[in-house]
């Protein structure tokens, strides 16, 4: 029952569009060709906005079970909308920190939530080579875009304290993103300085935001 609880919930999230939908509008519009790859998918319900609107879409994730539910919640929005959904979509297992594509395939690739539960080790190179990955496979001049907790709201970080997760492949503890941060790992991966954006998702207001984002345009000098 919780599992078609969060379905349903996912699925009206993907029809109507939320917070994450509209920093990926404003950064990417969706358009019919566009190849989109979304790394540690979990649900799908971001990638899967990109395939009802035409785009070419990759969903994916260490996890088998994630991507059985992203196929799950496509199918359900295929019959919603009457869209071929599955179509336009491949799902792949795969880590996010060995990407099983080539330098600048990519017109857009983006993840929310991924690379901060890596970090509170500060020896773990993991943090960075997920944003590193992402921006290797995505063509030059094209955004990659790291949506993540925010370090500034209070709630967020005594969860990142107190919550442990069980997630495939990552630590228990998250690490919550600072501005700052966001925009030096952008930069070390790749992403041409000029063009690196980071804002709250949802307000304007950084101490009440749970989630920033952070964008840019690989640089044509990435190797």
Not at 5 to 21: A, K
Not at 62 to 89: F, P, Q
Not at 164 to 192: C, F, I, N, W
Not at 201 to 211: A, R, Y
């Amino acid at each position: 029952m919780k599992n078609e609880e969060n379905l349903n919930m996912d699925l009206e999230y993907l029809i109507h569009g939320i917070d994450c939908h509209m920093v990926l509008e404003h950064i990417c519009p969706p358009r019919e060709g566009l190849y989109v790859l979304e790394p540690g998918c979990g649900s799908g319900k971001l990638g899967l906005w990109y395939a009802i609107r035409g785009a070419e879409v990759v969903l994916l994730d260490i996890d088998k079970d994630a991507l059985e539910y992203a196929e799950a919640l496509a199918v359900m929005a295929s019959k919603r909308t009457g869209l071929d959904i599955l179509k336009h979509t491949t799902f792949t297992t795969g880590s996010i920190h060995n990407l099983p594509y080539p330098d600048n395939t990519f017109d857009l690739v983006f993840n929310e939530g991924i690379s901060q539960h890596w970090g509170r080790n500060p020896h773990d190179w993991r943090r960075q080579k997920s944003i590193n990955e992402m921006v290797r496979v995505v063509k030059p001049n094209s955004p990659v875009c790291v949506i993540a907790s925010n370090a500034l709201n209070p709630i967020i970080m005594r969860q990142a304290l107190e919550i442990s997760h069980d997630y495939k492949g990552m630590p228990a503890k998250q690490k919550p993103y600072t501005s700052a941060e966001l925009v030096q790992r952008l930069r070390q991966a790749g992403v041409a300085p000029e063009s690196i954006r980071v804002i709250p998702v949802g307000t304007s207001d950084w101490e009440l935001t749970p989630l920033i984002a952070g964008w840019g345009n690989k640089g044509y000098a990435y190797k």
